[in-house]
């Protein structure tokens, strides 16, 4: 009887640690095998570019048993958030207004590392140029304007500065365009008079003559954050040595395009297709300045989080949603880990 009972027990041990195996091997998380980042066609995230062309990506990131990085092209950084939403990016360059926007409806994900300031204009068709530059902001009272849709940096850029200067934007017809080659075709055919783009679109209308460069972000709003590098929460918290490791591969990136304009140009027209000389010439005078210190970043994305929040106030409160603070949108732990 002695003996039966210890048999029984044994068994009932084998079972239970096969038990446990079964549902240590269900739970076991999927090797990681693949990135996928996004991306925009915009001299803005060139440091993304500048990677692939040179393949650090892959190389950079194999010792963690990454084999293909796979890039991701945007119109515009809303449904880049959206793919970011439904997990299907891993990474994204994009401006710092979609990912606050998107925070708001709940992604889960921070901005780790800088990416770029300023470098978006207005240009406005020839013939209207002088009304502008003798009315100011006041012009674009009852105009027709193409810009990024509402939650991107133009959007929130332009609302600002028309509310800076007295004009309710729901007096501006402004026009939510998908890509910006649509704004170049709108402009181009006049359907609108104005367009506020990213470089190097502005550029590249003020060179094909259907517009004309009268303001960049600089002048609207000195050092404003533009683009930045965002990764999942869940990248994050399962994977910090890759992010760690995306991360000082966008430093090399970044730090090799502002010393090789040239290649960086090349390397754009490679992947987006474009005059070359266009494309140097919109590196040259466009006031982008190429960083990946997050830090940079933080004072004006807390006011694109307060902008957006007072747009959508009212569903927001509703929801019981406060807006984001700076330990809501950043994680800078990795890059100031990585630089000391």
Not at 10 to 38: C, H, Q, W, Y
Not at 67 to 96: K, S
Not at 288 to 300: C, T, Y
Request: charge should be negative.
């Amino acid at each position: 009887m002695e003996r039966r009972s210890i048999a029984i027990l044994i068994a009932l041990i084998g079972l239970i640690a096969a038990a446990v195996i079964v549902v240590s091997v269900v739970r076991e998380e999927p090797k990681l095998t693949k990135i996928n980042i996004g991306y925009q066609p915009s001299t803005h995230q060139l440091a993304a570019m500048v990677a692939a062309e040179k393949g650090w990506w892959e190389e950079d990131l194999r010792r963690f048993g990454i084999e293909t990085v796979e890039l991701h092209l945007f119109g515009t950084g809303a449904p880049e958030m959206q793919a970011m939403l439904v997990g299907v990016l891993d990474v994204a360059y994009t401006g710092a207004a979609p990912p606050i926007s998107a925070m708001y409806e709940g992604l889960d994900a921070k901005i780790v590392a800088g990416a770029q300031t300023q470098g978006s204009a207005i240009v406005v068709r020839p013939e209207l140029v002088d009304a502008y530059e003798r009315e100011g902001p006041i012009f674009f009272k009852g105009k027709i304007v193409a810009t990024y849709p509402p939650g991107t940096i133009q959007h929130t850029v332009f609302t600002k500065w028309l509310n800076d200067n007295g004009i309710d934007p729901k007096d501006v017809d402004i026009k939510a365009i998908a890509s910006p080659s649509d704004a170049a075709s709108l402009i181009g055919a006049k359907s609108v008079h104005a367009a506020f783009l990213p470089s190097p679109w502005p550029e590249k209308i003020d060179a094909e003559g259907t517009g004309k460069i009268v303001k960049w972000s600089g002048e609207i709003w000195p050092n404003h954050a533009c683009c930045c590098l965002v990764a999942s929460d869940k990248l994050i918290k399962e994977h910090p040595d890759i992010v760690k490791q995306i991360i000082k591969t966008h430093i090399n990136a970044t730090e090799y395009l502002k010393e090789h304009p040239d290649e960086a140009a090349e390397i754009f027209v490679k992947l987006q297709g474009g005059d070359l000389s266009t494309i140097k010439h919109s590196i040259t005078i466009s006031d982008a300045r190429w960083i990946h210190d997050p830090h940079l970043e933080v004072e004006s994305s807390l006011v694109y989080a307060q902008v957006i929040y007072e747009q959508n106030r009212e569903r927001y409160e509703a929801k019981g949603k406060k807006p984001l603070s700076e330990a809501d949108i950043f994680d800078t732990s990795f890059y100031d880990e990585i630089t000391g």
